[in-house]
């Protein structure tokens, strides 16, 4: 008998925190479609922003509320030209 893992996803109680800091977190509201996705058990973060430090004010926001779930950061930020 195979025995497989299934992939941790997020809860009920957690998709309602990243809707709430969706509406209401200065620092998401800084990335331009913000959206997130779940791959192999890792939240994804998805979007683009203007800088390094807003990419990063997003994670920080996302990490503090949900510290339990593993986050990749995947927000663009686009070269200046």
């Not at 939240?43 to 986050?71: D, M, R, W």
Request: proline share 5%; charged share 20%.
């Amino acid at each position: 008998m195979i025995c497989i893992a299934e992939e941790p996803i997020p809860t009920e109680q957690q998709v309602a925190v990243l809707e709430h800091l969706k509406q209401s977190s200065l620092a998401l509201k800084r990335v331009q479609n913000f959206r997130y996705e779940v791959r192999k058990g890792v939240l994804i973060l998805l979007g683009s922003c203007s800088s390094f430090y807003h990419k990063q004010c997003a994670q920080n926001a996302v990490s503090t509320a949900l510290p339990e779930l593993e986050i990749q950061n995947e927000i663009e930020v686009p070269e200046a030209t």
